[in-house]
């Protein structure tokens, strides 16, 4: 049965992208009480000699990120390099021209618009494996030439990320921490690789989280300090830094843009420790002007606090797909949530959530195996070997009329560190392939096993799940049992708020009928 994710907590860890979408995102943006030249990474004299000396978007796009980051954007030479890639829009590539866009802006009063470079509608297109090798080595050579350059340690280790070589990214990441463990954009990615690899791996967040504290921006960037409370949150920790976090959103110093994801933490906070009054007026406030990761945690909120609302999703946030798909499903706007879903894990290619809501939501409800097992092979990509994925993976796979790639994926699975609704949702599924092989008796005993496992470790959802994951196959060939089966289908609620379980019940109840 495919591993659902029940009602999946939520922490605001920073959302990761690369420097320039960042950039242009305004999440590299001054804000008060900041010493700008605190944390200076590396000085930008020689990349106004490389560029000078080779007038190439690719030497101006250099100049433009170190001058980003030391806060030299009004350097005359910074601003001819921005004009040139503009000038050369055709020979540029759009993360460059955006970045070029942003210096511009900053120069001036013009407004720009964010380019949605992320407008895709089919996997497929998602990820070029041979092109990110090719980023990598180009990478690579930037690091020979400008061996301090930070920024150029973290967009290598999220391309690892991507395609799944979490020691290499790792690695590169400590690199850039070991240059600069005091700047945002390095603080607030390592934040999120270290949370996303090995999630159950205390060390690994631990290490971001003691340069968190010790860092003295974090006690004047709101940014920064909302990714120390969230990692507080995550590890069931009760953060120094909340009075602190509250003296910056109440100082009237910092924009609304920079207290978003700040306002959105404590307002999480608050909900966990059940002062619901301060967490629904902290969440109102964090959508004020949101970025998309407040916005998906206010979405989160809203099926935790009925109280919590928002008549429709703000308009122009800058890539806020995963809220517009979470948004879309509970609308019961199915179609228009695996879209967005699709454009979330390629803003997003090395995040397993977007894979598996996309998965779950494309077999269980819209019944398109074949998309869902699109998501889970491109999961793969950034994840490989994970047994979650792989489960999921098997299931789609036998319900599109494949079950012997199912069973040699599930063969493959190291059953030594799996955690307990994993195993049994592994459990059930070979059953289901077994099924679907013609092996009747040993699907049916591995189901059952699945169900009375459940049921001893009290898991009443998932024991909802493997009873009608195993009806729907038992009722195809053993129509015999059709009344037994009804009794044990009605037992289970009506009123379950995931849509999911819900669904499995209506297509067992369908079945039932036609027999």
């Not at 129509?479 to 209506?506: A, G, M, Q, R």
Request: charged share 25%.
């Amino acid at each position: 049965m495919a591993n659902i994710i029940l009602d999946k907590e939520r922490r605001l860890i920073p959302n990761w992208r690369s420097f320039g979408k960042t950039t242009v995102l305004g999440e590299l943006n001054s804000v008060s009480n900041i010493d700008k030249n605190e944390g200076l990474i590396f000085g930008i004299d020689d990349y106004i000699i490389d560029w000078k000396a080779n007038k190439s978007a690719s030497f101006a796009s250099d100049l433009l990120s170190a001058a980003i980051v030391n806060n030299f954007t009004k350097n005359n030479e910074v601003i001819n390099a921005a004009n040139f890639i503009l000038s050369n829009s055709d020979k540029a590539t759009k993360s460059q021209i955006n970045i070029a866009q942003t210096i511009i802006k900053a120069n001036s009063n013009e407004i720009i618009e964010f380019e949605n470079f992320t407008n895709v509608e089919n996997l497929n297109d998602v990820l070029n494996v041979k092109s990110i090798w090719r980023k990598i080595g180009e990478i690579k050579k930037k690091i020979k030439k400008y061996p301090y350059n930070s920024i150029l340690y973290v967009e290598l280790s999220r391309l690892y990320s991507i395609i799944g070589l979490e020691n290499k990214s790792i690695t590169s990441m400590k690199s850039a921490l070991h240059l600069s463990n005091d700047n945002r954009f390095i603080l607030r990615s390592a934040t999120r690789l270290f949370t996303h690899v090995n999630y159950e791996d205390d060390e690994n967040i631990n290490f971001i989280h003691k340069i968190l504290k010790k860092t003295k921006a974090t006690l004047f960037d709101p940014w920064l300090l909302s990714a120390e409370l969230s990692l507080s949150t995550l590890k069931n920790q009760s953060s120094k830094f909340i009075k602190q976090g509250y003296s910056l959103i109440n100082s009237k110093n910092y924009d609304l843009f920079s207290l978003t994801e700040l306002q959105s933490s404590l307002a999480t906070i608050e909900m966990l420790n059940g002062s619901h009054k301060k967490s629904r007026d902290l969440f109102h406030k964090s959508i004020i002007k949101p970025n998309d990761n407040s916005l998906a945690q206010f979405e989160w909120a809203t099926t935790k606090d009925d109280k919590i609302k928002l008549d429709k999703l703000p308009e122009n946030i800058k890539l806020d797909f995963e809220a517009k798909a979470i948004d879309s499903f509970h609308s019961g706007k199915y179609k228009e949530s695996v879209k967005n879903a699709i454009k979330w894990f390629a803003d997003m290619p090395f995040s397993k959530r977007p894979i598996m809501f996309g998965s779950n939501l494309s077999t269980i409800i819209l019944k398109n195996h074949q998309l869902s097992i699109d998501f889970l092979n491109n999961g793969l990509i950034s994840h490989p070997n994970d047994p979650q994925i792989i489960n999921n993976l098997a299931y789609s796979y036998s319900l599109n009329n494949e079950p012997e790639k199912a069973l040699s994926l599930i063969n493959k699975v190291n059953h030594s560190e799996l955690d307990y609704t994993t195993e049994v949702c592994l459990i059930a599924t070979r059953g289901l392939a077994n099924y679907k092989i013609g092996n009747i008796e040993e699907g049916r005993k591995l189901y059952l096993e699945a169900i009375q496992s459940t049921k001893d470790n009290n898991e009443r959802e998932l024991n909802w799940v493997a009873i009608l994951n195993f009806a729907r196959e038992e009722l195809s060939v053993n129509p015999k049992e059709k009344e037994n089966l009804s009794d044990v289908i009605d037992k289970i609620p009506d009123d379950s708020k995931n849509i999911e379980i819900t669904t499995l019940k209506n297509d067992v109840l369908e079945i039932i009928k036609k027999i």
